[in-house]
Each structure stands twice: as structure tokens, then as C-alpha cells.
């Protein structure tokens, strides 16, 4: 999730080669550099000097951006995105990912991605260097070989009408009423909020009726959580959606059944280990086409926010290019 970072200036396009009047330049050779300080609890505040110096050394034009929240982030991709900027490069965690694939998504502006969050899921399911310094040097290379990969991305559209990207896994139950519950909570700070949120929601456990549409037959399956996966992984490594492709066009989803908390706490190590597709009580669709409907349940996608269900999701194919070889993963 992208906080803005205290004390940052305003947010604005400044290039490391300002022309003669001081105005912000972003050519066709320019890589914009969208940076998030708070993201991994700081691990970006502390990657993103390194990260720019090497990016610099290397000869590439850079343009180091770092906005006030999610809705600056955004604006500073569209704009990388309308002056045809020769990519866009996010040092940040899957939450500033999926901020930036608003403005990316169908553009044809490539992505790269050095992760600094605390799950870094997409470049895990992707197979991409997890490490800052080698993931910037994999983009360096990517950038001068002229290298990139294609990949599908979700598009989740709300009952109103307003439709998201997402490029990892969208979760609705109990995995994204943990995650709301933590958004809301401002007592106790740091992980320990995170497991107090997982204790209420468990007390909280209910089985929901989740009728799911998959390119147009209706299914009603009883369970606690289901996740729409683009890629496989979610919840910092989990693999939900083990045989999730981001390149065959289709959306992976899974549905944990009616358990209870202890056959729950069960399941999650085997979730972990990409294991619960032979439970009895876990049942998998896929399709290119998903209407996911459950009373009461809102839904979290690359970690964030989405909105209540009903949901529409749609694989959107080779919808994003990134900074990486076509080999990669």
C-alpha cells in the first residue's frame, strides 16, 4: 500500500538534465525512476540512493520521481506515459506496482521493477531478480539490449462501473477482510497488527456463498475466501494460483470450502508450500472471463483496495511490457 512518505516535496517530473530554462525534460531516452521510501517498512528509503546511483553510472537518462501518495504516483506515470518516456522504472513494493499499472496498462511504455516491498510478489511469480541492485542491473541490461517481456494483466471492473488493473492476484473472504480489518486498525503498529487482525477475523469466520461466473457458467460454491489469480502468488509468497499464467490469457481462481478455524490454520502451511490443490475442500476454475459474487465480502487485488463484490475480471492479454528479457522466468 503506497503512504506517502513524510516531509517529500510535492510531487514533480525533475530530470538529472534540466534544459536551459529549468523545466522538467522527458525525452523518448528518459527513464522515469518512481520511487516509494516507505515502501518494505523503509527498505526503499534505504535502496533508492544505490538504485538511482547505478541506474545514473550506467549512461542511462534518468528522472527520479517521488510523489505524495497513490493519486501523484499515478498522475507521474500518465505523464511519463503521454511525453514518451522510454520507461518506467518503480522502486517499490507490489502496492506502487499496482499504482502504476493504472497509467501503464495498454500503453506500450515498458515497466521495470526493482522490489523493495514486503512481499514482492509480482517479480516472485515473474522469476525476476528480488534484489535491488541486481534488479536495477537487469533493467540496465534490458534497456540497452533493447529486451522485454510481455505479460497478461487483470482488468477489474466494480458494480459502479469503474474498472483497475492488477497484475497478481485479486483475494475476497477472509484473506481481504484480514487485510481490511488491518488498513483500519491504528493500534498496535507494526506486524503484530497484522496477527491481531488474523485472530478478530478468525473469531469472525464464516462460510460465504460465492457464486462464480466462468466465461458464462455459473457455479455456487460454498467456501471462506476465493482468489482470481493473473499470477500465482499472494500474501507475500503464497502460491493460491499455483498453475496461474500470466501469458495463456486466462484468470486462475481458487476457493478454499466450507472449513472451520482449525481445519483453516491447517491449510494455510499447505497453501504456502502450493500444496492445497489436492484438499478435498479446495476447488479451482479457470477461465478468460470472471463474475465473482458473495454478500458482505470486498475485494483486495496487488494488496489493495478494490471494492464490495459483485466484481467483473477480465484477462487482458500481453496488456504489459516490462523491462526484463523474454527468457526471464
Given at each position: 500500500m503506497w503512504r506517502p512518505p513524510g516531509g517529500?516535496?510535492?510531487?514533480?517530473?525533475?530530470?538529472?538534465?534540466?534544459?536551459?530554462?529549468?523545466?522538467?525534460?522527458?525525452?523518448?531516452?528518459?527513464?522515469?525512476v518512481l520511487t516509494n521510501p516507505r515502501a518494505g517498512k523503509g527498505r526503499g528509503a534505504r535502496a533508492t540512493g544505490e538504485v538511482l546511483e547505478l541506474l545514473r553510472t550506467s549512461g542511462l537518462t534518468i528522472q527520479p520521481v517521488t510523489p505524495n501518495g497513490a493519486e501523484e504516483a499515478e498522475q507521474a506515470c500518465a505523464e511519463a506515459v503521454a511525453s514518451g518516456a522510454r520507461g518506467v522504472v518503480v522502486l517499490g513494493g507490489d502496492g506502487t506496482i499496482h499504482v502504476a499499472l493504472q497509467a501503464l496498462a495498454g500503453s506500450g511504455v515498458p515497466l521495470g521493477i526493482v522490489p523493495v516491498g514486503t512481499g514482492n510478489d509480482l517479480?516472485?511469480?515473474?522469476?525476476?531478480?528480488?534484489?535491488p541492485q541486481a534488479a536495477a542491473a537487469a533493467i540496465v541490461t534490458a534497456v540497452r539490449a533493447g529486451h522485454t517481456r510481455v505479460i497478461d494483466l487483470a482488468r477489474v471492473?466494480?458494480?459502479?462501473?469503474?474498472?483497475?488493473?492488477?497484475?497478481?492476484?485479486?483475494?475476497?473472504?477472509?484473506d481481504s477482510a484480514v487485510a481490511d480489518r488491518v488498513n483500519r486498525m491504528r493500534w498496535p503498529r507494526g506486524p503484530l497488527r497484522y496477527h491481531v487482525a488474523v485472530l478478530v477475523e478468525l473469531a469472525r469466520l464464516r462460510v460465504r456463498e460465492f457464486q462464480i461466473t466462468v466465461d458464462g457458467t455459473t457455479h455456487t460454491?460454498?467456501?471462506?475466501?476465493?482468489?482470481v489469480g493473473n499470477t500465482g502468488w499472494y500474501g507475500s509468497g503464497a502460491p493460491v494460483c499455483p498453475q496461474a499464467d500470466p501469458a495463456d490469457g486466462l484468470?486462475?481462481?481458487?476457493?478454499?470450502?466450507?472449513?472451520?478455524?482449525?481445519?483453516?490454520?491447517?491449510?494455510?502451511?499447505?497453501?504456502?508450500?502450493?500444496?492445497?490443490?489436492?484438499?478435498?475442500?479446495?476447488?479451482?476454475?479457470r477461465g478468460a472471463t470472471i463474475r465473482l459474487e458473495a454478500d458482505g465480502v470486498i475485494g483486495y487485488a496487488d494488496g489493495e483496495r478494490?471494492?464490495?463484490?459483485p466484481l467483473e475480471l477480465t484477462a487482458v492479454p500481453g496488456a504489459l511490457r516490462l523491462l526484463a528479457s523474454p527468457q526471464a522466468g
Open positions: 517529500t516535496v510535492p510531487c514533480m517530473l525533475s530530470s538529472d538534465t534540466p534544459d536551459g530554462q529549468g523545466k522538467p525534460v522527458t525525452t523518448s531516452d528518459t527513464l522515469v517479480v516472485g511469480s515473474l522469476g525476476l531478480p528480488t534484489e471492473t466494480t458494480e459502479a462501473g469503474v474498472s483497475r488493473w492488477y497484475a497478481t492476484t485479486l483475494a475476497a473472504g477472509f460454491v460454498p467456501g471462506i475466501f476465493a482468489a484468470l486462475d481462481v481458487t476457493v478454499a470450502g466450507p472449513v472451520g478455524r482449525l481445519t483453516l490454520i491447517r491449510l494455510k502451511p499447505l497453501l504456502y508450500r502450493g500444496e492445497h490443490l489436492g484438499h478435498p475442500l479446495v476447488r479451482t476454475f478494490i471494492a464490495p463484490l
